[in-house]
């Protein structure tokens, strides 16, 4: 992800648009009702501006942008006018959804945790790491969507910590350029790999493994998530449903690329996209259980 300057005017629309088309899923399906649409527009571009400040180099500490960008981010929820365009566009969803402060604050959490931690030593720190920096995203959706079911956030949670491992997977090469590793250290010890084996130009057959590790775990929590879609409705259920299919799809691409992740980054086909959203709408616990329990992805 390329790094954003801190202050007013941080990212412009081309960019954020630009960022939201390379995503791995529709951000904000273009059937939706408009002002749901903008209001899923608005959270995206709070969310990846946040990353954005978060996401340079390592030899670059981040921390006061981040803070910076909190604080802008604080009074927009006071009902100040804050400094950052792109938090002047997430007023109005501010109001009309009844959004809290508490999930963007977490997101700006994590990215202070990457400025100052760089690998984690299990699947545990991972997962806890991806409650801050991928869980309060799906909550928030939630809210645009008028859901507030804690059954429902919890499963939410699990889709969204899914879609981050899968995200981590696609980046190594990026990542580890921007001095971090997301694979867990008891992962690449256990398939025999070291930190060095990431700055190769081909994944060796360790880290492959490794990768398809956290591609399995994915497809665990894909699986467990996928009964949020049995609990909503209407645009909500087709907006969920395309974020599993992106996922689902963004699988079958480090599949088709035997989870060489170094060599280039595997991107998921919108074709492969559509298929996944079309069974998911139909049977979605029963579309991610035969992936699962057949052992491949499509």
């Known amino acids: 992800m390329a790094p954003a300057p801190p202050g007013p005017g941080t990212v412009g629309d081309r960019a954020l648009r630009e960022k939201e088309h390379a995503e791995n899923f529709p951000v904000a399906l273009r059937i939706l009702p408009r002002d749901l649409r903008a209001d899923l527009v608005a959270v995206y571009d709070v969310a990846r501006v946040i990353d954005d400040l978060g996401d340079e180099s390592a030899a670059a500490d ?7 960008f909190q604080r802008d981010l604080e009074r927009a929820f006071r009902g100040d006018q804050p400094h950052e365009r792109v938090l002047r566009d997430l007023l109005p969803a501010i109001r009309r959804r009844d959004l809290e402060l508490d999930p963007f604050n977490r997101l700006v959490r994590a990215n202070l945790q990457d400025q100052r931690v760089a690998t984690y030593a299990t699947q545990a720190e991972l997962e806890d790491y991806c409650v801050l920096s991928a869980d309060p995203v799906g909550r928030i959706v939630l809210r ?61 057959r360790p880290v492959r493994l490794a990768v398809a590790a956290q591609t399995a775990r994915a497809l665990d929590l894909l699986t467990e998530g996928a009964a949020l879609l049995d609990r909503l409705h209407g645009w909500a259920r087709l907006a969920v449903a395309g974020y599993i299919a992106g996922g689902l799809a963004t699988l079958d691409a480090l599949r088709r690329a035997r989870w060489d992740v170094l060599a280039g980054t595997p991107r998921p086909r919108k074709t492969d996209v559509l298929a996944h959203l079309i069974a998911l709408l139909v049977r979605p616990a029963a579309h991610v259980r035969r992936i699962r329990e057949g052992g491949r992805l499509s």
């Open 62 to 68: 981040r921390t006061p942008g981040l803070l910076r």
């Open 144 to 204: 645009v969507f008028g859901v507030r079911d804690p059954a429902a956030e919890r499963l939410s949670d699990r889709v969204c910590t899914a879609l981050q491992l899968i995200e981590h997977c696609q980046d190594v090469a990026e990542d580890r350029r921007n001095g971090r590793v997301y694979l867990p250290q008891a992962d690449l010890a256990a398939f025999g790999a070291t930190e060095a084996d990431l700055d190769a130009p081909t994944t060796s």
